[in-house]
């Protein structure tokens, strides 16, 4: 017996499946088929994105090591496109610098291979349930703006270019510009709550910031508050 997964629309949830190794592609397929959904598959980067340009689908599983042009280019020209669909995108076992990235680059949820059908289907019920998302809007502290849809920064009119965890740090540091965030608040939003590695890792990135943010500038934007943590300075910007 066959059940349609529909939404509150009532149409058949549609998902494209960019992956371009067969037997895993073919799994995913069958699996979400068997499961109610409608299911279309790309085995190149390119054709992905073509298909997602043309077609309205109610989410993407997106790979990134693709034939043509990878996953962070799809997800990233989809985005600054204003195409907002979700995406789920699959990374490297144990890629910490690929999951950071694939969300920096506009993914909404990331998973790593090799991975259970079970765990896939239910990241993908929940994307569902939270629905399409809108652009998220350029942040601005003083003459510093970070743009998280296409993944730039500038200070003024100088463009400042980030690594993906130093765009990461930035934007949770301007989300709560003015105010004290302690180091464990940065290393759970920006490097994850499962982080178990150096704490002074923060530090170290920091560092990184100050030196891209405030060049030669006299006054530092990013401070450190003793026995707290940092905190982006508005009037220092």
């Keep these: 017996m066959h059940f349609w997964v529909k939404s509150r629309e009532n149409h058949v949830m549609n998902i494209l499946v960019i992956e371009d190794e067969e037997h895993l592609a073919t799994a995913v397929a069958k699996g979400l088929r068997d499961e109610g959904f409608a299911v279309e598959v790309s085995r190149t980067g390119s054709d992905g994105l073509a298909k ?9 599983v997106l790979d990134i090591l693709l034939p043509e042009i990878n996953g962070y280019q799809v997800c990233a020209t989809l985005r600054a496109e204003g195409n907002w669909v ?23 949820d990331f998973l790593s291979k090799p991975f259970s ?19 998220p809007a350029v942040l601005r502290v003083g003459s510093l703006t970070l ?17 993906p965890r130093e765009f990461s740090l930035l934007e949770y ?25 150096d704490p002074n ?16 500038l006299a006054k530092s934007s990013l401070e450190t508050v003793r026995g707290v943590g940092y905190r982006l300075n508005p009037s220092g910007i």
């Design 52 to 60: 997602a340009r043309g077609h309205s689908y109610d989410l993407i």
């Design 173 to 197: 540091l301007m989300r709560f510009s003015g105010e004290a965030v302690s180091k464990r608040e940065i290393l759970d939003h920006v490097w994850g709550d499962e982080f178990e590695g």
């Design 86 to 108: 979700p995406i789920l995108m699959l990374t490297a076992k144990d890629g910490d610098l690929d999951e950071a990235e694939a969300l920096d680059t506009g993914a909404d």
């Design 147 to 163: 743009d998280p849809a296409e993944h730039r920064c500038h200070r003024g009119e100088i463009e400042i270019h980030l690594t």
């Design 201 to 216: 890792i923060v530090e170290v990135y920091v560092g990184y910031l100050r030196r891209k943010i405030d060049d030669s």
């Design 117 to 135: 059908f079970v765990v896939l289907l239910a990241r993908i019920r929940a994307l569902l349930r939270r629905g399409r998302r809108e652009r």
